[in-house]
């Protein structure tokens, strides 16, 4: 049999998968570990003062959000309040532009962590965070 695995080079390439093992080192696991919360931690403190702003209707709806995507101001036009006389369809369009703005916000604010994830990560291929 050992004659077979020298012919083959079957026992040459056990011994050398068993040689190209790594070990792991538990305290550099650790240390791994507390480098990534340190990261993650960078990561929400830049995130949290990002702000992005979006608007709808031309300006009349302006919603601004930070990359936590934490809705830090909402400026609706007096001009866009000045036409709600009571009728539902003048309040159900600005409930549509408060909307859209914030969704526009937020969908900047996507942009933003996708950025930062990608550059903490440094290139690696997440699902769900590619391009």
């Known amino acids: 049999m050992e004659r077979f695995a020298q012919a083959t ?8 998968a068993q040689e190209n ?4 080192n538990p305290l550099k696991i650790t240390e791994m570990l507390s ?6 931690e960078e990561v929400q403190r830049k995130l949290g003062e990002a702000v992005v702003e979006a608007e709808s209707g031309g300006g009349a709806v302006r919603a601004t959000m930070n990359g936590k995507k934490q809705l830090l101001r909402l400026h609706i036009d007096p001009s866009a309040v000045v036409g709600l006389s009571g009728g539902s369809s003048d309040v159900e369009m600005l409930e549509d532009l408060v909307v859209a703005a914030v969704n526009a916000a937020g969908s ?8 930062s994830l990608q550059g903490m990560l440094g290139g690696l291929k997440i699902p769900g965070l590619g391009a």
């Open 21 to 24: 093992k790594t070990m792991i």
């Open 9 to 16: 080079g079957i026992g040459a390439q056990k011994k050398a």
């Open 35 to 40: 480098q990534a919360n340190q990261m993650q």
């Open 108 to 115: 900047k604010a996507d942009e933003i962590i996708k950025t």
